[in-house]
């Protein structure tokens, strides 16, 4: 070496305090044997640079192979001062050629036996540098006893960039009074042996904790280098010592297995019935925040149910107690290694079997997880989940109340309810569900239901015609629907049955018939041992049926159930006491298609906890008082009140009739009344009336009983001495038939494939069907042909014996129309008011639609409303529009129709143009065909902030308030203006409009003329011809008022 290399190589910072420790210094011990499983070492991708071989150790001078295959050696001896100086090194070429190659290389000695050495990678693989000890000591060959060492794997969150990464570190302490050098190797453990090796690190001393885990922690990268860079992992390290860095190794002492990943306590579970059930998973390694989340994050796992079926018969796995609108659940970074439960229901279906289903859960983290990326697409072991419902439990169950009412339990115990009132006819004491019913005097002293109230968290539907006095009208409407629970779920079957479809599964269905009605109660499977009122305990114990309220003090069980005075639901003051509906009762359907893993980017969370099989023909009634979009907010009067729903506040109606009653039969009579009937002569009676194909097809299956029905048909004919409610037995009858005859229908292949079935205390599966040629369906009574036999013989009412019933649809003769033929075509539509009072305030809703309460009504294409506009003056004057219009009725129920109030778009009257009126309104009249009108009725549109209206009859009056002004009906305070106009008054706060300052002077007044008798000559006979005019038209509108009256209509006697 010259003496400037040598003096340049002075200059440098000193390498006895920067080198590299040379990598696998026990492999390059000369003698070193390789293993089978090791690869020969390789300087070649060496960095150049200052190495160190630790304290005794040099590089080689014996040309003995090492664990390479051509080794490098030194020749010459080392430096025996502190300067840097340069030293030959030779490649062993193998076959005798022991120095194939030689170049030079630097070395420092940097204090007794501990040399450095600038090293160069040689130009070929695998080709190495060998090593030697200088001093081998006795101990060398001893290995340490390190027995008393118990390594544990640690895991922590680092940040060396902008993303968190892991490290995981095996602690240990080491031996009191020892300075053994320690290698540490990582592994992937099954729990009881390794499957790989991950990462060897070379002997090093325990100078502390920090230093021995900065030099020896298994990293993200290191796993992922060998395809383990995702959780769900099983880690071990191992720990062996030696007395120095190429000494004579220890027994490995290794850690415990751990787990890094979430882990799942019960993998098999069942649920039964409507029990829930809770997974406990726990996530056992930290994850990194982001640094705005102070160190507390979620870490968030979805969880997938793939779908055996889309049937509505088949039960459903459901997620319970989540968080809205997602499957799945979340752990804390704060709550590492604490169990976090996932809970579980069944989503029942309909079938009638006891069935068992086999679900697999599917859990995954997020597919990105942008604050620490290891945890992103963490797919866990599948969870196997058996979902056993017995649907058996509900064959046959009904809760019914039929006029007048004769009752029926769920567990069916019959009995008699004459007493007036409200009462709880059935409430699931689990869920916020509830059926309330009201009696009223319908016979001298017999009692019959009149208004039902069906109640889900905080929706309310009520169907109520429990008024006093001849002016009792159907109110069917959403009272209060803030949960949307029941949106949806209000299905209008014909003009006088409805069905109600609870959460629970429970389906409740109201019957009308003429001012009364039937209430029938199916339950669902989540009623079982959870309900009480009059329908009973069910629980297939009848002896406990007719137990009383607990909390009261009547004898009377049927008394015992009236509805408390803050618990009545059809008094509107109770709504707010309504419990909301709490969200931990949410089901979540974590859906993926196809049985498979691929994800459904989609969850639906909703408050059914079981299915219901819907027909296609029901559709959904009244959404639009259920609209997502429309909150409560405070008019003036301070009352929170939701305008955009635009509905009626009350069914109270100012409309007094001028056309002579005509009669319109509630219900027909099906066989000939008798003057009296004891039992016999009403059995025969009742038999005769049941006479029907559907009847004859629904008592031949054994599975039902509809004794019920006929028994009923008798009592009431007895009482009566008539046979006016046959008819709503037989209704009830054909909806018990129907019902069960649907909810029993079998079940396909596809259907069936892998689930277990118990018919007669035996299993039947998807092998066992093969095996003893099983054929479906297993219940062989309720088939798909039975169900279309009793679909094409079962109309509404019996068609009211105006029509013949083909294929399920009533054929009406030509004077009835409907569909249940119960409207004669001949009478128009009988007027029975427009609700409110015929007031509509726009305080309180926008006044786009109005309903119109009415009998004889049809659900036809000409279903119209006819509207005659008007305008209201600040006199309190009424002038009418000539501006007619017609509007699409659209039948809400049998008795109220929503007339659109579209605003004309031709000329004005001069009153309108001028803007001088303060409130507008309608001359309200509906026909089923276009043609025939009801009687008119009023409705008046004001703002009450600046107008007060009031309605009587006919008669409308509307004045100012004091402090405002109005025009076209809006308010303006004092000093607002109104085109050049303003809002003044006196300190009466009586206001009035005044030209202000931009409005043009008034035109003077024209002169008198002077030849008075000449404008005289002319005007007379235009005079003259004028009148003679006028009483042409006079006579034209005498005729065509005549003739609308002839219709139906009549003209409204108002001021004109």
Known sequence: ????????????????????????????????????????????????????????????????????????????????????????????????????????IHVKRCEENRYVFDLVAPDGCPEAYCIESLQ????????????????????????????????????FTPPAGTNYFYAVEWGISTGRSWTHTIKRFDPIQYVSQFDFRDKTALTEGMLRDKNFGHLGITIACSVTAQHDEIGTSSLARESNPKFFGIEVLNKTIRVSNKEDTTIFLRITVPFGCADVELGKCSMDVNVFIPRKSKSCKMPDLSQTKGVRNRCGLSFRSDRINQWVPLHLTAFDGVTRLDITTKFNLVLNTRATVPTHPFFANYFLDPIKVEVHTDMTLLKNKLCYSHNDPHMGSFDGIRYENQNSGKFILYRNTKYQ?????????????????????????????????????????????????????????VFKVNNSKYEVILPTGTKVTIKLYGHLLNVDIAPGL?????????????????????????????????????????????DSRNDDNLEIWKEERLLCSCNADGGSVNIVDKVTCHPTVSKTCQDDREEPILEHQCSFSVRKRRNVHGMYVQKEL????????????????????????????????DYESAKADCQEAFNTDVFSTCSSIPDINLDDFIENCILDAQITNS????????????????????????????????????????????????????????????????????????????????????????????????????????????????????????????????????????????????????????????????????????????????????????????????????????????????????EEDILVVFDSECVDCIK?????????????????????????????????????????????????????????????????????????????????????????????????????????
């Not at 635009?646 to 002579?660: A, I, Q």
């Not at 003056?873 to 009424?878: A, C, D, G, H």
């Open 526 to 570: 989540a009623d079982y041992l959870n309900t009480e009122g009059l329908c009973g305990k069910f629980d297939g114990d009848i002896s406990n049926d007719r137990a009383k309220r607990p909390d009261s003090k009547e004898t009377d069980p049927n008394k015992s159930w009236r509805v408390k005075a803050e618990e009545d639901l059809f």
């Open 433 to 489: 569900t509830q059926v309330q019913m009201q009696t009223t005097e319908c016979y001298t002293n017999i009692w019959c239901n009149c208004g039902v109230v069906v109640n889900a968290g905080r929706d309310v539907f009520i169907v109520n015609n429990c008024g006093n006095g001849v002016k009792r009208k159907w109110n069917i409407r959403f009272r209060e629907c803030q949960d949307r629970i029941l949106r949806r779920k």
């Open 723 to 934: 046979m006016d409610w046959a008819l709503t037995h037989l209704e009830a009858l054909k909806d018990k038939c129907m019902h069960e005859i649907k909810v029993n229908q079998p079940l396909s292949a596809d259907e069936l494939a892998e689930v277990d079935i118990i018919v007669n205390n035996t299993v039947i599966n998807t092998e066992t069907r093969l095996n003893d040629s099983l054929t479906l369906p297993l219940i062989p009574t309720f088939s798909t042909e039975l169900l279309e036999t009793v679909e094409e013989v079962t109309c509404p009412n019996e068609c009211n014996g105006n029509g013949k019933c083909e294929k399920g649809i009533c054929v009406c003769s030509a004077k009835y129309i409907g569909e249940d033929c119960s409207v004669d075509r001949t009478v128009p539509p009988l007027m029975e008011g427009i609700p409110d009072r015929g007031e509509c305030d726009l305080q309180f809703r926008e006044c786009k639609r109005t309903s119109v309460f009415g009998s004889n009504l049809a659900e036809t294409v000409d279903l119209t409303c006819h509207l005659v506009p008007f305008v209201v003056s600040s006199k309190s004057e009424i002038v009418k529009s000539n501006n007619i219009t017609t509007t699409k009725g659209d039948l809400q129920t049998l008795v109220e129709v929503s007339c659109p109030l579209q605003q004309s778009r031709k000329k004005r009257s001069t009153l309108e143009q001028e803007g001088d009126y303060i409130a507008s309104g309608y001359a309200i009249s509906v026909s089923n065909d276009g043609v025939e009108y009801s």
């Open 952 to 1056: 009587q009859d006919e008669n409308v009056t509307c004045k100012q308030k004091p402090g405002y002004c109005v025009k076209n009906g809006q308010c303006y305070r004092f000093g607002e203006t109104y085109g050049c106009n303003v809002c003044v008054g006196g300190t009466d706060n009586l206001l009035y409009w005044e030209p202000g300052r931009d409005c043009p002077l008034p035109a003077p007044p024209p002169s008198e003329p002077k030849n008075l008798w000449i404008i005289a000559a002319v005007v007379c006979p235009v005079v003259f011809i004028v009148v003679v005019i006028g009483g042409l038209l006079y006579y034209q509108s005498k005729r065509a008022m005549s003739k609308r009256k002839k219709s139906g209509m009549h003209s409204i006697d108002v001021p004109k």
């Open 646 to 677: 635009d509905l009626h506040r009350t069914v109270e109606t100012s409309f007094v009739s001028k056309r002579h009653s005509t009669h319109i039969p509630d219900f027909p009579l099906l066989v000939s009344k008798r003057m009296t009937y």
């Open 136 to 171: 081998p000591s006795n101990e060398t060959d001893t290995p340490p006893d390190i027995s008393s060492v118990k390594p544990v794997i640690e895991a922590v969150v680092v940040k060396p960039g902008a993303t968190n990464m892991l490290n995981f570190f095996c602690d």
């Open 1 to 104: 070496m010259s003496a400037v290399d040598a003096d340049h190589r002075q200059t440098v910072d000193d390498p006895c305090d920067s080198t590299i420790v040379l990598d696998s210094l026990k492999q390059r011990v000369i003698g070193y044997t390789l293993s089978a499983d090791e690869t020969p070492l390789c300087d070649y991708y060496m960095t150049e640079g200052w190495y160190s071989m630790g304290t005794n150790n040099v590089i080689a001078k014996s040309e003995q192979l090492c664990g390479t295959v051509y080794n490098w050696y030194l020749q010459g001896d080392l430096p025996t001062d502190d300067q840097i100086t340069g030293i030959t090194v030779c490649r062993n070429g193998g076959k005798g050629n022991i120095c194939s190659e030689a170049r030079t």
